[in-house]
């Protein structure tokens, strides 16, 4: 089976790569639904609005490539936490996707059957103050575990590094499930053998119905893929899928198929066959 014929997509843009004149940006603006375009015009900084534009870009680019709908036609919707899906109608059951930027990077990650959370995360050192001050500002959202893995983890960079490993899982979980910001992420806890075969405890149960990725995309940028069961998506989101009861044994084939890693694109690629 064929990449576009699963329905998985794995797709990373480097917007330090796309340096586009005023005109280049305004055309591929261009591009998409007017109304995506104010959630991109608002930001000031250049970086933020290239990484916005880029974010819709890879929507609109990978449900064209997947199900052949035209760009015009294609219908995007936000649930009320702010979970994108797609409002057309998909040959795949449960087509669904998710999107991460920070720093360099810009991805997309799509499944046709179980729920896929993306981030990406630049661990980059924060200013102002140590790596342990800033780590400790985000107590509150790691278990007892967590923390202590943390703390042990050598340097100040590993440190860092290592929480960010553990920020990027939860808020991949919490994207998959299309949960908002409310979501108590000390209620997610990670254990892992040398970061594989990372495994997740939900409410202090372990879980069997999610897998977990993490991957190394340079030296400065994390990316995390979560999949798992459709039927643990919230209210909002679950309404937007089509089977969310799947049998066991399908479920457990989806979860356990390779996970191939990232394809780099650009900007020219996504705009190029937008027909």
Known sequence: MTEGESGVRR??????????????????????????????????????????????????????????????????????????YLNNSSAFPNFNFSTSHHGDYVGIASEPLCLVGLDIVSVSEPHGETAAEFVSNFSSCLTDHEWSCIVRAGTPRDVLTEFYRYWCLKEAFVKAIGAGVGFGLRRLEFHHEGWTNISIRIDGEVSKKWRFWLFKLDETHLASIAKGDPEDAINTFKKTLSNVIIAENQLSSALDSPEEGFTLQTVEELTRSQG
Not at 12 to 18: A, C, G, H, Q, T
Not at 47 to 57: G, H, I, Q, T
């Open 11 to 84: 797709w990373l843009v480097d917007i330090s790569r796309w340096r586009p004149s005023p005109a280049q940006f305004d055309a591929a603006a261009a591009l998409l639904p007017p109304h995506e375009r104010p959630a991109i015009s608002r930001f000031v900084k250049e970086d933020d609005r290239k990484r916005a534009l880029v974010s819709r870009l890879l929507q609109y680019s990978l449900v064209h490539h997947l199900l052949r709908i035209p760009f015009h036609l294609i219908n995007i919707r936000r649930t009320t936490e702010g979970k994108p």
